[in-house]
């Protein structure tokens, strides 16, 4: 095809795609049925990871649990089981270590059947300063937050390719996006584990593998108790969120098969003027909103969680 038609081919699909981007705005895409599936959820002993749970068990799927903290397994076990959940599976692992991800993985291959949905939601944070940041935790955010995806996908994703279908969720941050003080380890993690996710797609679409969908989940500061301590400076304009409107998003956009979700909506604005503006109007914003120092009230959980 020659210059002319290609370029001219491009133009229609641009606003094609756009104009079914605007449709979609105000008509919602059909949530396809999630039962029967095989949901992974790493991180699922709290927060987020346990609420995905109690969700995607009440949509009737199977629901496969990882965490490296047993007594919040059993807890989120037995929630589901209280809420009538009947197929539910549990496995301690401890998703800094490779050879420890690839042997529960084979166990679940083995006892379940093969993962058709993948939640990569286990993370961790130091919240300290670069030069004060020990070097044992900055490895300890990178295992978990970002090699563990690479682990988790090496596991599971030959079978979604082989079937082509299936869904892989990276649940990032807007850390992800925009750099912070107080969170090189972090930022770093998480915009590694955007573009990570990105690049699984862009292959998924190169290899025709149209039936295996990501999506990237980009929030703010979530009150689970992760991020504890750190508050919104004007919370009308951005506000810590809700855990249960966080998962309620999660899941309803693996249901619409959306690519990417930032929270608040008004993260979409201010990335778009991140593309654009000088470094210094970026940071004046960033101070602005009280993203610069925000993490200089940050406490974390308590060592016992």
Not at 102 to 108: L, T
Not at 138 to 165: C, D, G, R, S
Not at 263 to 280: A, D, E, G, H, N
Request: aromatic residues 8%.
């Amino acid at each position: 095809m020659n210059f002319f038609l290609e370029t001219l081919k491009v133009i229609v699909l641009l606003v094609y795609y756009l104009l079914e981007s605007l449709v979609f705005l105000v008509v919602p895409v059909r949530k396809k049925n999630v039962s029967g599936e095989i949901v992974l959820i790493t991180g699922a002993g709290s927060g987020i990871g346990r609420l995905l749970a109690v969700k995607f068990a009440s949509l009737g799927a199977t629901v496969v649990l990882w965490d490296i903290n047993q007594e919040g397994l059993k807890c989120t076990v037995g929630l589901l089981k209280e809420k009538g959940a009947g197929r539910v599976h549990s496995y301690v692992c401890d998703c800094s270590k490779r050879q420890d991800i690839y042997r529960v993985a084979d166990q679940v291959k083995k006892e379940v059947g093969d993962v058709s949905i993948l939640i990569n939601n286990a993370g961790v944070v130091v919240g300290k300063r670069f030069l004060d940041s020990p070097d044992s935790l900055v490895e300890k955010t990178m295992e978990v937050n970002i090699m563990a995806h690479f682990w988790t996908y090496k596991a599971f994703l030959p079978a979604m390719i082989a079937a082509n279908h299936g869904h892989l969720v990276s649940v990032a941050s807007c850390a992800g996006l925009c750099g912070t003080s107080q969170a090189s380890d972090y930022c770093a993690s998480k915009f590694a584990a955007v573009g990570f996710a990105e690049s699984i797609d862009i292959e998924m679409r190169s290899l025709r593998k149209t039936g295996v969908k990501t999506t990237i989940v980009c929030p703010y500061v979530i009150n689970t108790g992760m991020f504890d301590g750190v508050k919104s400076k004007w919370p009308r304009m951005i506000a810590n969120l809700d855990p249960e409107y966080v998962a309620e998003r999660i899941v309803s956009a693996v249901r619409q098969n959306q690519e990417v979700v930032l929270m608040p909506r008004i993260t979409y604005l201010l990335l778009f003027l991140k593309s654009f503006l000088p470094v210094k109007a970026t940071v004046l914003l960033l101070d602005y909103f009280g993203l610069l120092d925000m993490m200089n009230t940050f406490k974390g959980r308590p060592k016992k969680e």
